[in-house]
């Protein structure tokens, strides 16, 4: 019975471990005329792309402004294409601003406003940039995107709503376009939602990577986009981070909205690899997928005339469960749940403790041991992620280690560092301590505590340690409570499931955002999740 128990659970890591896979998944390229084609976006950025064109290469920069503006009269009409020009004494720049604006009109002056900046990154930037990039992913994701919304909703007669796509300039070099844009009161007074495109790799699934305050609204209706990948920790660690991009701008007017970046393969970030033979096809109909349902339903309900719909009070917490999944709840129903979690918690302990299973001592000295492998996976993830960036011949920042090759060794060290753990667990509190209860009951608490804390402090953090704490509840109920295998079993399968789709692929993501450098940062998430997941592989295979 033990051998079965044991090769279900295997099974059941394993399917676990190859579905979480899937969650971070990218459509299809699709080439048509009805429906956003990443096909037809490829041809727009080959042209964008031909030559670096940043504000500091006025030739190719220029041609790339009048492609952009050619194709946009072509799209919606040269009398709904308008110019907006400012001398660089206007905006404190040694160099003009040009930014470019296509308004496709609706029944209601109240518009959403898609934003993509035409130049590309000219000078030497952060750690690691060779600028001299020739601008196909950044920003010729974005131009590309908003050419195809051009093409799709120029000439409609029926929207209920307005749409604005806004082209601008020197947003490499500060943001001057989106900043001059923000200022022109009777546009932007019209603006009831933002959309601002970015790339700062060139593959992988767009991430939906930051809001606007008080989002509760704001989620609702990205709800409305397929195959939607975002986690709020990310909107979370962003708003405390010192990074900018156009959407800066019109956060700073107070404008609702969202930003959405694709991360993977920081090395071709500004320099001259950031080309069209770069490009990832799959990437850009992601973006698509996401954005073209979103333009649609704001500009097909009457509901979003009113310029301030989008404007809540509350955030919400939000991540992805699978693809196509997306989980989302309001902070005050996040702080409901990490208090019935605590009392359930609570009720747990007391119950084992009285039933004797349980030392509260023994709980504390696990608990103790849980901080002091915190500290030592800090330590060790400081240590190899400044290894990596000396090898490298980079520098280095917790957040920020810019090196080709490190994904494979990286993903290497943590794999062996979860074995390391797990083997540990083994031999010292299963084997030798004997404490179990006592590990996950410690493990619980830190978690909970954790939420709590994030919940008021960071709230779009929270769900990282809750999940993890209530199916710890789940597990440890299941341990003393559920006495058919079959039920037990199915409860134990559950909490890996579930876990092992959220960790796998937020770590990955995670990784893409910060680079190597925040390995420290890594292995205590998967610290935490190992409080839980290691405990009930070993009750489940009893």
């Known amino acids: 019975m033990r051998i079965t128990r044991r090769l279900i659970t295997i099974v059941v890591l394993s399917i676990s471990f190859l579905l979480s896979l899937f969650v971070l998944w990218t459509p299809i390229p699709e080439i048509t ?19 670096p064109h940043s504000v500091f290469d006025p030739v190719a920069h220029e041609e790339v402004r009048l492609y952009l503006k050619g194709m946009l009269e072509e799209f919606v009409g040269t009398e709904n294409v308008t110019e907006y020009n400012y001398t660089g004494l206007e905006v404190g720049s040694d160099y003009d601003i040009k930014n470019l604006l296509a308004t496709i009109p609706g029944n209601s002056d109240t518009a959403i406003l898609l934003v993509a900046h035409y130049d590309s990154r000219g000078h030497i930037g952060r750690m690691g940039e060779l600028g001299g990039s020739f601008g196909a992913a950044d920003d010729g994701y974005g131009l590309a995107t ?28 500060g943001l001057y376009g989106a900043e001059m844009a923000a200022g022109e009161t009777d546009l932007m007074d019209n603006v009831g939602f933002v959309i601002n495109i970015e790339a700062r790799g060139i593959e992988g699934p767009a991430y ?12 609702d209706f990205y709800k409305n986009a397929d195959f939607p ?33 694709v991360l993977d393969s920081l ?40 310029v301030h719909y989008f404007e809540g009070t509350e955030d919400q917490v939000f991540f992805n469960l699978f693809s196509n999944v997306f989980i989302a709840y309001t902070d005050t129903f996040a702080t409901i749940l990490h208090f019935l979690t605590l009392v359930l918690f609570i009720l747990l302990f007391v119950f084992l ?99 709590l804390a ?57 990784f893409l955002a910060l680079t190597v450098g925040g390995l420290m940062a890594f292995l205590i998430v998967i610290w935490f999740y190992l409080l839980i997941l290691t405990p009930t592989f070993y009750f489940s295979i009893e």
């Open 33 to 51: 005329d009805t429906d956003f084609s990443a096909i037809k976006a490829a041809g727009y950025i080959k042209e964008i792309s031909l030559e």
């Open 146 to 173: 908003l050419l195809e919304i051009a093409r799709l909703y120029g000439g409609r007669t029926d929207l209920e709503n307005t749409i604005y796509i806004l082209m601008t300039d020197g947003e490499e070099t």
């Open 208 to 219: 939906m990577f930051e809001t606007s305050k008080n989002n509760s609204k704001v989620i």
């Open 229 to 261: 990948i975002s986690y709020s920790i990310a909107t979370a660690v962003y708003t405390v981070m010192p990074n900018s991009t156009d959407f800066t701008e019109f956060l700073a007017i107070d404008k609702q909205g969202i930003n959405f970046a």
């Open 267 to 306: 090395y071709y970030y500004h320099t001259p690899r950031d080309n069209y033979t770069s490009i990832n096809q799959s990437s850009i109909q992601h973006y698509g997928a996401q954005i073209t349902p979103l333009v649609d339903e704001f500009v097909t309900s009457s509901v979003y005339s009113d």
């Open 353 to 451: 403790v009285l039933k004797k299973d349980v030392k509260p001592l023994k709980v504390l000295k696990q608990l103790g041991i849980i901080f002091g492998v915190i500290i030592l996976l800090a330590i060790f993830g400081i240590f190899v992620s400044k290894l990596f960036a000396f090898l490298g011949h980079t520098s280095w920042s917790l957040t920020y280690v810019r090196m080709d090759g490190s994904e494979l060794p990286a993903y290497i060290i943590i794999g062996l560092v979860v074995i390391g753990l797990v083997w540990a667990y083994k031999k010292l509190v299963v084997n030798r301590m004997k404490e179990e209860n006592e590990f996950m009951l410690a493990g619980i608490f830190l978690l909970i505590l954790f939420a």
């Open 454 to 510: 994030t919940g008021f402090i960071l709230s779009g953090a929270s769900f990282l340690f809750f999940i993890p704490a209530l199916f710890g509840v789940i597990s440890l109920t299941t341990r003393h409570f559920v006495k058919n295998r079959v039920v037990e079993i199915a409860i134990y399968s559950l909490t890996f499931l579930i876990n092992i789709l959220i960790l796998v692929p937020l770590v990955y993501s995670l």
